[in-house]
Structures are given as C-alpha cells and as structure tokens.
C-alpha cells in the first residue's frame, strides 16, 4: 500500500515545498503530524526525487542520546574528528560553518531527523541555534519530523522565525477512498463492492483518516471482523456471501502479504539506525624519486652490537689507489646556426554574429501578473500560496479561489526552468499578514502558505 504515492490531501503539495524551501530556503523546516499521517513515506519521496540535486543525510532520533553522540555524528558525514581543546558545542557549530562550503560547491546538504520528538529537547534546540548562527542560506538545512509536540520542544517565538512549518492532516471520507480504489484495481477487486458507503464511513471512522490505521483496519472491515459500533451506534455483523468468499480470500493473502513487506521494511530500518557506519579511513603513500619508497624492516634480523676488539679498519680493506686517466683533447667549437625567418603574422578572425535574444515570457492572465524586478524592489511582506514549474498550477489556483481578490504571480528560473509563484498582498509587517491568512477559507489555509518577504523573491 506504499505505491504509488498519493498526492491528494496536499501531500503533493508540501513535497514541492520541501523540494524548494531544501535547494533555495534560509529557514529550518518543521514536519508536523499524527502517528501514520505518511511523514516518514513522504521524505522517503523526496530522497527519491532530488537525491541527485541534494546531499540528503539521516540522523535517527534514537542515536541521538546525548550531545557527544550528535556531535560524533555530524563529524562523522564530515569525516572529521575532535580537535584537541575542542567541546561539543563547538563541533556542531563547526559541522552546520563546514556545510557552508558543500553548498558554494554545487550541492546543499539535508539532515533528516525523523520522530525529532523522541529526541532529547536540548539537542534539537542546540541543531536549531547551530544553523542559525551559520549562514542558512548555505548551511545544511536541518528537517524535523514528528508531531506537533516539536513545536513545544524547540521554544519557539510567536513569529517563529526562521522555521518553517509543514503540517499534515488526517485524510477525508473521500480521500480515504480516492486512495483506496487505485489499489483495489491494482489487487483485481471490485471497488464498487468494497468501497460503498457504509464500509468506506466504517473504515474512516476506525482509521481516524492516517495511513497506519488503513492498513491495519480494511482488511477487517473487507472480511467483516471489526466491530460498527463506533458508526451506527450498535453492532451488527454480516454474512459474507459465496460468490465474494474467494475474493475475500485473495484479500486477506493480500494483506498478510502486505504486512509481512512492512515488518521486514521495519527491521532493515530497524537495523540501519541501530548500526553506525564505520568511519573511512584513507592513507596515501608517494613513491618517487623525491619520495623514496618505505624501509621494509624484517622482525627476524636482530641487529648486532659492535665488539670493542673489532675495529672498522680490520674489518673493511683499504682501496687501491687508481692511475689518473690522461687528458682528452677538447673538441673544436662547432658554427653558429644562422637565425631563422621571423614568421609572418596570421590575419585575425572575424568576429562571430551575436545571437538573436529569444522572445518574452507572454503571461496568459497579464492582469495578476507581476515582473519579478518590481516584486524585489518592495520592502513589504507578502503570502506565498502556491509554487511549481507549470503556469498552469498557478492559474488553476486563482481560478479556484476566484473570490479572493488580488492574488498575483510572476515567474522566475529554477535549474534552467520556469518556476512560478502565487502570492497575495504587500504587507508592512508579518502580523498584518498573518491577519488577512486567518480570513481565509479553511481549503486554502490548510495548503502550507509561507509568509515572506518580497525582496527574497
């Protein structure tokens, strides 16, 4: 049940977001969510999708047991070591200073610290002030995930500055089913005979809308073994008929199947938390005529003291002194070679035609677009509400919302593609805007919006 990945829900949604605030971000990101409500499914998506743009690195909660163990694990990605006199402290100041140069190479790094809220509090909050004291638009970019006790734990202001918040929340009736059918189609079942309405209310209400609790209540409520009390009020069972018996055989193999998949993925991750990595030592030997190769010394040659009766003269004879060899006579000095022509000078080439510029960007709504020079010339605030490298995204947004007056875009570059932006308001401060986000419809406000400011654009 973990293919193909759902969208809906605004899981797609906050995966773009994660895709840009981890490449072009200055802000920590925090991912908030139930127990089962696909954190972890969607970070695994996005190491999937940018692992060859991004440097992506895991730090498991239950490693982090105290500050010489965190600090030991951002050494070790670095592949560096205490220095003598160094504390803790610094070393992971050091690690997010160090991190800053990965980036002006080519590739940012991303540390994943999924279940942050198992952590001990004071590691998290020590991440955090690490990466803000370093330049962050540069410097690794920490992702917390867990529930929304993290909020808690790292203290943050009321503005939260400098964190960014993604929350996921439970799943609809609808999109329990819309989640539902591809699988059922995928498996060879009838969606129109599982998936109806008492069922599908049945499995809403016993699954509380997360994606652990699918997997572990609709093959119950498929063969009829979980109780509807907590629907209707009263119990009631129900016979399953013969021509469905096999069917719902093939789904309990199904299931079973399904769950032996997700305990196996457990331990591997199980295992892969619990084993470090051993750290990669390299040396390197130079041999050369500057650089002579190593003495080998044999352990079985026992050097010998010298005797006191044994001198150096008695031991090594004295040489033959050798008759001097005559004089050659000295060659006769050999002419001149006479100087040759000077070359003539080769004729300069021609310059190349300049190209033609390619043409404009041509909106197709140029009332609610905005050049991007005039957005970073505004000193103000505005809200981001939504981002991708299709217009189309984003007039689909306005269409939608067509009530909400004066949303705007306006379109930049993002790896030699088009990367467009939805935004709404000039603002003078982030508390004004963050009073027009309360009087947003509850569709629009569950989408992540971001408040920024227009310079950064």
Known sequence: METPFFPEASRHHALETLRHLCGFGDLALLLTGEAGSGKSRLLAELVSSESSRLDFHRLPAASLTSAQALARALLGIAHKGLKPGEGVRDAVYGFFRWSEHRARKGQ????????????PPELVRLVLAAFGAADRSAAAVPVFSGTAQLIEMLGLPGDGDGVYQIHLRPLTREEVAAYLKPRIHRAGGDARVLLTPARL?????LS???FSGLKRVTPAVWLDMASSG????????FSVPINLRWPALALVLLAGSWWLVSQQYDDSMARERTEPE??????SITIGP???GPEVIDPAVVQLEPSPDLTMEDSVPQPVPEPEPEPEPEPEPEPEPEPEPEPEPEPEPEPEPEPEPEPDFSPSKPAHFMALDDIRASEGWTVQLIAGNREQTVLSLIDQYDSVSGIRYTR?????QDWFFGFYGDFSSREEAQKWVEGLPRT???????IRRMRNF
């Open 108 to 119: 940012r790094m991303v540390l994943l610290i999924d279940d942050a809220h198992r952590a």
């Open 201 to 205: 209310s049945q499995i809403h209400s």
């Open 208 to 210: 509380e809308g997360n």
């Open 230 to 237: 907590s629907v209707n009020g009263r119990g009631r069972t």
């Open 278 to 283: 051993p750290e990669t030592v390299r040396k």
């Open 290 to 292: 500057d650089n002579p």
């Open 412 to 416: 930049t570059e993002r790896e030699g």
């Open 444 to 450: 629009l406000r569950d989408q992540s919006l971001w």
